[in-house]
């Protein structure tokens, strides 16, 4: 496995610390440079050009979120992973239309980082179960006053499952959270996507993020 580059932005050194030694862990992921503020993330991002940031939200001198646009302009390759003290849908929604590829709490980290990492590198949107739960606990109709789309003719349940595969989860995920089996899931999503006329997740994670789909309020 090719080694996975990568910049960790944060302004507490002690944490920065604990990412290094869980990161080395792994064998196959290199920290190629540390930052503390929005400002010097983005100095080294350019100069760096990264496979991945671990990119923290409350920085000094520039926050996270106020710096990710101009990341993806720098190094338009670079994947993004917020790694955040702030565990809900708002900064959640974002991240995630200002171009990160996850979003993790850092609460979380332990367990799941490395996983985080695999998914965002291999294209897919990570999101923890946490939010999503959260995010799908909000979910509501389609007003009856929108305009009509392919999106207002896909029934709740379709909605619900291809909202949960825009966030990168997988069949028997989403099957645990919806109560259906992994099996159901994947009629649903193929028979969703058909209507959409999507035939990738990549394609279905721009849908999603253009038409507001990851939006609470939505």
């Known amino acids: 496995m090719s080694s996975i580059r990568v910049v960790l932005a944060d302004d507490h050194a002690v944490l920065r610390s604990g990412l290094r030694l869980l990161l080395s862990q792994a064998g196959h992921i290199e920290v190629v440079g540390e930052a ?18 671990l990119l923290d939200i409350s920085m000094p001198r520039l926050g996270g979120l106020d710096a990710l646009p101009t990341l993806k302009k720098v190094a338009p390759q670079t994947r993004i992973l917020v790694l955040t003290m702030h565990n809900d849908p708002e900064h959640l929604q974002s ?28 294209g897919e949107v990570y999101v923890h179960s946490s939010l999503t739960r959260h995010l799908l606990g909000n ?24 909202r949960l595969v825009a ?49 609470p309020n939505e």
């Open 36 to 53: 503390e503020s929005g400002t010097d993330t983005i100095r080294q991002v350019e100069t760096l050009q990264p496979d991945l940031v």
């Open 95 to 122: 991240a995630l239309k200002k171009g990160a590829s996850g979003y993790l709490p850092k609460q979380a980290a332990d367990n799941e980082l490395l996983h985080a990492i695999e998914a965002v590198m291999r």
């Open 139 to 162: 979910m509501l109709p389609v007003s009856s006053e929108s305009q009509a789309d392919a999106w207002d003719t896909l029934s709740n349940r379709e909605r619900n499952v291809l």
């Open 167 to 215: 966030l990168g989860h997988t069949s028997a995920e989403i099957g645990e959270l919806l109560s259906i089996s992994a099996k159901t899931v994947d009629t649903y999503r193929a028979r969703g996507m058909d209507k959409l006329g999507i035939k990738t997740r990549a394609a279905l994670v721009r849908f999603a993020l253009e038409r507001g789909i990851l939006n």
